[in-house]
């Protein structure tokens, strides 16, 4: 049985390597429709990586107070968006004055600039950075750690102190290997004392996490002053089971700071990490259920072509197949012959598709700088569709040849 096996294999290798020209365009229309399935869920893999590493960090007991709700709304021909106002330094200092909600920590913070020059003695920081005020809650809320050094304590931020915590980029640029805790650095003319070094996070969408500069929030309205700043407010809860009683709160508080009416709706967004990674995953689900679509239709003309390939095949071997019929070969001895050759091209095409997929995937991780993993579901998925295409394909063209009458197979030319 295994010699039969074994034999009906190398007879199939044998018939591809004769036809390779068209073996070689049907397993690129196999691949084709592989490659767009791995290759778009290979890039929503990576683009789920980053969101989940960017905000496991926050945890689900955070939440922000922000200008807008994250929430996409579509809007009707004519109308217009409701405008909210900017979260301005009074409503955040307000926020964080009225607001006393049990176990909770507030954090108030701003971005200054995106394209500040820091400076220690010759050396100086190329491309610009990020320069933020921020509290002495800033770090915890967002989830980030000091790798070197300390945070900000409550007396560096209450006295206004010139301190400032550094990304691992401005680090390297600036101090070169060495340790730059305690040397001072300057920003706009104002030197600042390096109290703390952040781990690192890398880039995302194009944002380099690590080149960043965090000062007292104070210091940071001296020395930024453009109007309309808005501000970022974040509310730590330190038991998750008071997550929505403390969000309700913070809701009320700060509908009261903004002086609206009972009937009047929010002017402000609320939103809290976990909800807004469930948004951007569900949106994320959408281009999966895309790529599946995309890649049915693709995959369904690639079944089509497979099968149409094999009765051409079938057809031109007519003569062979009554030749081995006659010297004993059995239908189910055809019929396999035929099939093996199916799933042969069928899993090079599988491969092929998996192959480019993850290629393809790769690049576009690199691109946007994404968190790229081997998606091993999609290339599961992928090794079983293949082997789904190959055996529907195959099994009508086996059938056909193993079905043919030997005597006519003879006389045909």
């Given at each position: 049985?295994?010699?039969?096996?074994?034999?009906?294999?190398?007879?199939?290798?044998?018939?591809?390597?004769?036809?390779?020209l068209?073996?070689?365009?049907?397993?690129?229309?196999?691949?084709?429709?592989i490659?767009?399935?791995?290759?778009?869920?290979?890039?929503?893999?990576?683009?789920?990586?980053?969101?989940?590493?960017?905000?496991?960090?926050?945890?689900?007991?955070?939440?922000?107070?922000?200008?807008?709700?994250?929430?996409?709304?579509?809007?009707?021909?004519?109308e217009?968006?409701?405008?909210?106002?900017?979260?301005?330094?009074?409503?955040?200092?307000?926020?964080?004055?009225?607001?006393n909600?049990?176990?909770?920590?507030?954090?108030?913070?701003?971005?200054?600039?995106?394209?500040?020059?820091?400076?220690?003695?010759?050396?100086?920081?190329?491309?610009?950075?990020?320069?933020?005020?921020?509290?002495?809650?800033?770090?915890?809320?967002?989830?980030?750690?000091?790798?070197?050094?300390?945070?900000?304590?409550?007396?560096?931020?209450?006295?206004?102190?010139?301190?400032?915590?550094?990304?691992?980029?401005?680090?390297?640029?600036?101090?070169?290997?060495?340790?730059?805790?305690?040397?001072?650095?300057?920003?706009?003319?104002?030197?600042?004392?390096?109290?703390?070094?952040l781990?690192?996070?890398?880039?995302?969408?194009g944002?380099?996490?690590?080149?960043?500069v965090?000062?007292?929030?104070?210091?940071?309205?001296?020395?930024?002053?453009?109007?309309?700043?808005?501000?970022?407010?974040?509310?730590?809860?330190?038991?998750?089971?008071?997550?929505?009683?403390?969000?309700?709160?913070?809701?009320?508080?700060?509908?009261?700071?903004?002086?609206?009416e009972?009937?009047?709706d929010?002017?402000?967004?609320?939103?809290?990490?976990?909800?807004?990674?469930?948004?951007?995953?569900?949106?994320?689900?959408?281009?999966?259920?895309?790529?599946?679509?995309?890649?049915i239709?693709t995959?369904?003309?690639?079944?089509?072509?497979?099968?149409?390939?094999?009765?051409?095949?079938?057809?031109?071997?007519?003569?062979?197949?009554?030749?081995?019929?006659?010297?004993?070969?059995?239908?189910?001895?055809?019929?396999?012959?035929?099939?093996?050759?199916?799933?042969?091209?069928g899993?090079?095409?599988?491969i092929?598709?998996?192959?480019?997929?993850?290629?393809?995937?790769?690049?576009v991780?690199?691109?946007?700088?994404l968190?790229?993993?081997?998606?091993?579901?999609?290339?599961?998925?992928?090794?079983?569709?293949?082997?789904?295409?190959?055996?529907?394909?195959?099994?009508?063209?086996?059938?056909?040849?193993?079905?043919?009458?030997?005597?006519?197979?003879?006389?045909?030319?």
């Amino acid at each position: 049985m295994f010699s039969l096996v074994k034999e009906n294999i190398r007879i199939a290798l044998n018939s591809i390597k004769s036809q390779l020209l068209r073996t070689i365009l049907t397993v690129l229309i196999i691949a084709i429709g592989i490659s767009a399935l791995v290759g778009i869920l290979s890039a929503v893999n990576a683009l789920e990586n980053t969101i989940s590493n960017n905000f496991a960090s926050m945890g689900a007991n955070t939440f922000n107070i922000q200008r807008y709700d994250f929430t996409i709304q579509t809007r009707g021909q004519g109308e217009e968006r409701k405008i909210n106002p900017i979260i301005g330094y009074r409503d955040a200092r307000a926020f964080k004055q009225r607001y006393n909600f049990p176990q909770t920590q507030t954090s108030i913070s701003f971005t200054g600039t995106r394209a500040a020059e820091i400076k220690y003695n010759d050396e100086k920081t190329d491309p610009e950075a990020n320069v933020l005020g921020v509290n002495e809650h800033f770090l915890i809320n967002s989830g980030l750690e000091v790798e070197e050094g300390r945070n900000f304590s409550v007396f560096d931020i209450d006295n206004n102190s010139n301190v400032c915590i550094i990304g691992g980029d401005i680090q390297k640029a600036l101090f070169k290997g060495f340790n730059p805790i305690n040397k001072s650095i300057s920003i706009r003319g104002a030197k600042f004392k390096v109290i703390g070094v952040l781990e690192s996070q890398g880039s995302t969408f194009g944002n380099n996490e690590d080149l960043r500069v965090l000062i007292p929030i104070q210091k940071a309205r001296s020395l930024f002053t453009q109007p309309y700043t808005n501000y970022d407010i974040s509310v730590k809860v330190k038991d998750k089971n008071f997550m929505e009683a403390a969000q309700d709160e913070a809701i009320i508080t700060f509908r009261n700071i903004r002086k609206l009416e009972p009937k009047e709706d929010n002017n402000f967004g609320i939103e809290r990490s976990d909800s807004l990674i469930n948004q951007i995953f569900q949106i994320t689900g959408y281009l999966d259920f895309a790529a599946w679509i995309i890649s049915i239709i693709t995959i369904l003309g690639s079944s089509i072509a497979l099968m149409n390939i094999m009765l051409v095949s079938v057809t031109e071997r007519t003569r062979e197949i009554g030749i081995r019929k006659a010297l004993g070969a059995k239908r189910n001895t055809i019929a396999f012959q035929f099939f093996i050759e199916t799933i042969i091209i069928g899993q090079l095409g599988g491969i092929l598709g998996i192959l480019i997929g993850m290629l393809f995937g790769l690049i576009v991780a690199s691109i946007a700088e994404l968190n790229y993993a081997i998606p091993w579901v999609a290339i599961i998925w992928a090794t079983l569709i293949s082997l789904i295409i190959a055996i529907i394909s195959g099994s009508y063209p086996a059938s056909k040849a193993a079905k043919q009458n030997p005597i006519e197979s003879l006389r045909y030319e």
